[in-house]
């Protein structure tokens, strides 16, 4: 049997030892190397490349020797038997973290044998497992891209690292009888690609394309095949060559070329099933990489004008987050040096006022003081802004009268404008009540005043006026402040309230301020400029309603106002409840969940607005006590939470309450959405009242939506508004497939859950509905309709056909809108 066969055997150890256990070896068909110690065994190990170690040393020379073997990184992993028979300490020889031992010479060949079989076939395991890694990382690497050379540098990399070649290549044909070929892809020499060759001068790489059969050169120096080109090859030392056709669905595309030029070196059975699989994913890899050739060519251009878009977006979006971060550390900086200086202001003002002083010294001592606070009181306010969105501005209603706080504005920055020779006066003539923060108000006001007086002309005038403005959703209040200044150009006026930005003129957050205060008391402001010149700033807040009086001729013992009870534990927030409502209802409170659950039991109101979180009985199980007897089933509630989860509103809603609102809450909000809801039980009590009667409220009573009245007077006022800032809104009327007599009411509970709390939905008769979507483009509006076709043909049964039409880009009327997506006609 020849040496190779058997196994390499590298025996270290003395003299004597050695020379004993290299021949029993030799005689045993093993090849063996020795080493005397450390010293030779790298260069024994290099020119032997041992299969299997035996270590022959002393014991206590044993253990060193061992961890020198070990540190070698060709010997790491080779098998290590330790000779015990000869050793005077065989039990120290025992204790070293070897593979085995030999206790005698009858042991020798039998364990050297089975050490050189285990060696072997864990190198075969982990050749195994190396192809099957490089297999997948070539086939993960076809279907991840199509870029065809990125494939084929990856490949031929990972071929010749697995099989050991000193060249592979992939050349590419055009069909089985291609004078040229092309080679896209070397081991030897990355960079170069694109290399054409003549087939003619490869006789191996001509067979396997005619053939489409692999050919395997073993031995070039003696092949016949190679006779023709032996001359020029064997000067270059090439040894073994494997040539490995592409081929898919019968196309054939090329070949992969692989090429050993150590001597006694081949391709084995593996390397070849490797070779024909790397072979297979590679083909299939370049045809689909030529046909998205043409797509690929088509789709560049898009491609680049979307990654130009996306730089572009992407460079705005950074700009726009530091613009962000700087408008944050403006705010917290200036925020916080405004401190000081104010705190020294109001003490020095203070000291003022506590000495002797005139009248008129006093007087002025006073509005400095008293605007010094203000000032400290936005300070505050920006300081709380300016921790993120998620700070949320509140308002402290009450109620107050517009037209004084008017009046008071004026005669506060009457010294301001005589400094600057400007006649500023008020016109103010009647009082106008209304609910809401006076010092919100009063900050607008004095801003609004201040900008005006600073753009009047010279000895020119500022005017401030309050009137009642008569609206088809309830009065409000109109307040103008008009100058006589050179006035905003046309196509600026929207840009006045946005941060940081008044147009060409400088930037500010004063008038972005005043848009989110007017915006938190429910009201809308915007800018003007009049034919005469200067500009007016107007801005809308909704009124106080009045109670309506008692007829003189009829006496009744039941007061007039509706009677709410309202339950909160929270002793401000229950105050502020109380304060809010007492504008137009009777209040009543309770503290806990028993307390307004036994109240609402004897008093019967007709509303409750209640906690969830209460103790002794939460806010939910009251609610379903009061829904389960008889005597207060008919009173609507309504739940406020500081939970915000789309689930917690459902739940409530499923239990009876009438509506939910989180908090911190709106006092219009509030105002508006108790009146819906004592509306809604009314008409409920009063169905059988004519129509006439009912349709003067605004809502359906069948569905306790907007009616057809009710929302043509929202629609007005929405309609201007997003007209006005150019802003989209749509709006939808969903027809079913035939006239209702009765109200599906599937409908509207589906669209009441599944749309925004902005969204207004009107029940316009005879089944047919009509949805107001603000923020919403006609685009969006029919995706969002879309999606709740399905669930409205399965809760009602019928067949709903849309219709959605952007408000805010035709100029026609809204009743001519509504007409003209099929709407029935308001009487």
């Known amino acids: 049997m020849p040496p190779e066969q058997r196994g390499r055997v590298l025996v270290v150890g003395a003299r004597t030892a050695r020379e004993a256990l290299l021949t029993r070896l030799a005689e045993s068909g093993f090849a063996c190397a020795s080493a005397e110690d450390m010293e030779g065994v790298p260069q024994a190990a290099t020119s032997l490349q041992p299969e299997v170690i035996l270590l022959a040393t002393a014991a206590k020379q044993a253990a060193e020797t061992l961890e020198g073997i070990r540190s070698i990184e060709q010997l790491r992993h080779v098998p290590i038997l330790a000779d015990v028979s000869r050793s005077r300490s065989p039990e120290t020889l025992k204790k070293l973290a070897v593979d085995g031992f030999i206790r005698g010479a009858e042991e020798m060949v039998p364990r050297v044998e089975a050490a050189v079989r285990a060696g072997r076939l864990r190198e075969s395991e982990e050749r195994t497992r190396l192809r099957m890694g490089m297999l997948l990382d070539i086939t993960q690497a076809a279907t991840s891209s199509l870029e065809m050379e990125e494939i084929l540098h990856i490949a031929v990399d990972k071929v010749g690292r697995v099989t050991g070649s000193d060249r592979c290549s992939v050349v590419l044909v055009e069909g089985s009888h291609a004078r040229t070929g092309t080679v896209v892809a070397t081991q030897e020499n990355p960079s170069l690609v694109q290399l054409e060759i003549e087939i003619v001068r490869y006789p191996e790489l001509r067979r396997a394309l005619e053939t489409r059969q692999a050919v395997l050169i073993e031995k070039a120096e003696n092949d016949p095949l190679m006779a023709e080109v032996r001359p020029s090859i064997l000067p270059l ?11 898919c669905q019968d196309d054939l595309l090329g070949a992969l070329f692989l090429r050993h030029s150590r001597p006694d070196t081949t391709f084995g059975r593996d390397e070849q099933q490797f070779a024909q699989a790397v072979a297979g994913v590679l083909a299939n890899a370049i045809r689909n990489s030529r046909l998205h050739t043409a797509v690929k060519r088509k789709r560049e251009d898009l491609e680049l004008a979307y990654v130009e878009r996306y730089r572009e977006l992407t460079d705005a979006n950074r700009r726009l987050k530091e613009l962000n971060r700087l408008k944050d550390e403006i705010i917290a900086v200036c925020s916080h040096d405004l401190r000081a200086p104010l705190q020294v202001l109001l003490g020095h003002g203070r000291l003022l006022l506590e000495s002797t002083i005139t009248a008129e010294q006093k007087q002025s001592t006073e509005a400095i003081i008293r605007q010094g606070r203000k000032i400290l009181g936005l300070v505050e306010s920006l300081l709380e802004k300016g921790k993120g969105e998620a700070a949320r501005l509140s308002i402290e209603p009450r109620r107050l009268d517009i037209s004084l706080l008017c009046k008071e504005s004026t005669h506060e920055l009457n010294i301001l404008a005589s400094q600057r020779g400007v006649t500023l006066r008020a016109e103010a003539p009647e009082s106008l009540m209304l609910i809401g923060d006076e010092v919100k108000l009063h900050e607008v006001l004095q801003n609004l005043i201040t900008n005006a007086i600073h753009h009047a ?9 309050a009137l009642r403005l008569t609206r088809p959703d309830g009065d409000a209040v109109k307040i103008t402040v008009q100058d006589d200044g050179s006035g905003i150009p046309p196509d600026e006026l929207h840009l006045v309230f946005d941060r940081y930005r008044h147009g060409p003129k400088g930037t500010g957050l004063g008038l972005a301020i005043c848009k989110e205060f007017v ?21 809308t807040l909704p009124m106080a309603q009045e ?7 009829v006496v009744k013992e039941e007061p007039v106002q509706p009677r709410v ?83 917690e509103k459902v739940r409530a809603l499923n239990l009876g309450a009438v509506d939910y609102m989180s908090k ?33 409220s605004g809502s359906d009573p069948g569905t306790n939506l907007y009616d057809k009245r009710g929302l043509m007077a929202k629609l007005e006022v929405e309609v201007a508004k997003v007209r006005r800032y150019h ?49 919403c483009d006609a685009e969006s509006a029919r995706n969002v309709i879309q999606r709740l076709l399905p669930e409205l043909q399965t809760s009602s049964g019928l067949a709903y056909q849309p219709a959605v039409a952007d408000v805010s880009q035709d100029s026609d009327p809204v009743d001519r809108i509504l007409d003209k997506l099929g709407a029935p006609l308001v009487p």
Not at 457 to 465: F, Q
Not at 547 to 553: E, F, G, L, S
């Open 237 to 247: 030392g090439v040894n073994s060559i494997l040539v490995q056709p592409l081929i």
């Open 547 to 553: 109670a309506p009086r008692k007829p003189q001729a």
């Open 457 to 465: 002309k010279d000895s020119g005038r500022v005017t401030v006026r």
């Open 664 to 696: 911190p809450f709106n006092a219009m909000e509030l105002l508006n959405r108790t009146e819906r809801a004592l509306k809604a039980a009314s008409s409920e009590r009063e169905v059988e009242r004519p129509s006439a009667v009912t349709l003067r």
């Open 519 to 539: 915006e938190l008391h429910g009201g809308e402001i915007w800018a003007e400029s009049p034919p005469e010149g200067g500009c007016i700033f107007v801005f």
């Open 565 to 647: 009870l309202v339950v909160e534990d929270e002793a401000e927030i229950a105050a502020v409840l109380a304060e809010v409502l007492r504008s137009r209802y009777r209040v009543e409170v309770a503290r806990d969940g028993q307390e307004g659950l036994a109240r609402a039991r004897t008093m019967r109101p007709e509303l409750v607005v209640m906690d969830v979180f209460l103790p002794k009985l939460d806010g939910l199980e009251a609610t379903v006590a009061l829904k389960s007897s008889s005597d207060t089933a008919h009173i609507p509630v309504i739940l406020l939470s500081a939970h915000q989860g789309v689930a």
């Open 727 to 775: 802003r989209p809104m749509s709006v939808a009327v969903l027809r079913p497939e035939r006239p209702q007599a009765d109200v599906p009411r599937g409908v509207a509970d589906v669209l009441r859950k599944r749309l925004r709390p902005q969204d207004a939905v009107a029940h316009m008769g005879s089944g047919v509905f009509c949805v107001m979507l603000p923020e």
